[in-house]
């Protein structure tokens, strides 16, 4: 059965409930998840609640309804069948949207799933759209909500943009008006709402000597080619200086990587913005609006960032940017905790553990931010202790696309080596997480290390 096959039987089986349940992850995949298929459903005239799991696993369970609703899984599910079979789950009531590897039961639930089709750039807000939109061609101003999920869960990154389905959803919020596209844009975080020299100096992928993490190089810079800071009342900001202004810093970007021997060409990316926003707000920008998903979900506030997606600008929004500020300043002490503290660097890994000094919800993005000041070649891992749960650790790993296209896998490392150690764990090539019974932080570190070497081949080109 093919993708389009898939998603077609996904929609009839929907179109036949009266009550569903949406089971989905916090992050801003699945709160895009949530948010499509909850309005799509309720179109429908079928009746709707969600359920948000940080993930599924035993502790969890317990929060999915024992009830008569029919259940459908979103951005997990696929690889936790086995605890669906173990609760006594029909597979007749239960629906999987994924897009992460499979691990199959005894019990064959149906579920939509990109990953044996090859779809390996498109997220599970993405496959939701396009159930939501073969349940009614109408569906199509949700696609939206799907680009940010997709964006937000780093569909975007190998790639500087969205390809393949991923990218025709775009087509169809182009279509509808409610996306616009920038091509040949800035790679760089924040080109919506940061200050033009802060958003300059956040932009390491590619890194510019000088610039990248230099906010007063970045000033220079700026000044060395008579580009202002500020119109004179306020800090001047990308995606509001003129066309010649834009390709003027770009072109001289070109000039600074060549000039250090650098690649120029993941400097450009293709950008996403939403006209129906305020200009300023982080909801302009899919990546930025992303973040603020985020920050709902990893403040166990998914329900906030839904509501936002279904359009309430007022409590909910307000409600999320107090979340967003909260979010940032923790994530900007775990940086520097981890760069203050040092890691522990092996053969093929670099390592910490962060005790109980921060949230577990947020390591793995503290991850992501300190790899690019830190070794790059080697992927990171970083653990700490769960509040809830004293007999568990969480571990998250992070790499970078040149690192992946090595053939490293950090997905297949997690998962192995936590089920080795009688854990669980998943993700993706460039992001993983796990949980592992506390005690098994250094064997897990070494079995990590081990794997990793195994994969690693000499580097190969294949990053844009």
Known sequence: MGIDQEVTKAADIIHNQQEVTIISHIDADGISCEAILSEALTRQGITTKSVFVRQLEPLTMHQVPEDGTFKIFTDLGAGQQNLLEERGMDSEKVLIIDHHVSQPCGTGYFQVNCIPHGLLKLSAAGLTYLVARRLDPDNRDLAKIAVIGNVGDMMAREHCGLTGPAREI????????????????????????????????????????????????????????????????????????PFEDRKKIMSALVEQLMANGEPFDRLFCETYLFPDETAGEPLRNAQEFATVLNACGRWARPDIGGAICRGD??????????????????????????????????????????????????????????????????????????????????????TTERVVSRGIDLQEVASRVSTELGGSGGGHKIAAGAYIPRGSEERFVIRVNELLGEQHSPESPGHC
Not at 180 to 206: A, I, M
Not at 213 to 223: D, E, M, P, Q
Not at 368 to 391: F, R, V
């Open 170 to 241: 775009v087509d169809d919020g182009v279509s509808h008006g409610s996306i616009v596209v920038r091509p040949h844009d800035l790679n760089c975080y924040g080109t919506s709402t940061r200050p033009l020299h802060v958003c300059l100096s956040y932009n390491d992928d590619p890194f510019i000597t000088g610039i990248s993490n230099n906010v007063n190089g970045a000033r220079r810079f700026l000044k060395k080619i008579d580009i202002p800071g500020n119109d004179g009342r306020r800090d001047l900001i990308w995606e509001g200086l």
């Open 313 to 398: 600008r007022s409590v909910a929004y307000r409600e999320a940017r107090k979340m967003l500020t909260n979010h940032r300043a923790v994530i900007r002490e775990l940086l520097q905790y981890i760069l203050d503290k040092g890691v522990v660097e092996i053969s093929h890994l670099q390592h910490i553990h962060v005790g109980n000094r921060f949230p577990d919800t947020i390591v793995g993005i503290g991850a992501g931010m300190a790899l690019s000041k830190l070794n790059w070649q080697k992927p990171i891992l970083i653990m700490c202790e769960l509040p809830e749960d004293q007999t568990l650790i969480k571990a998250s790993m992070r």
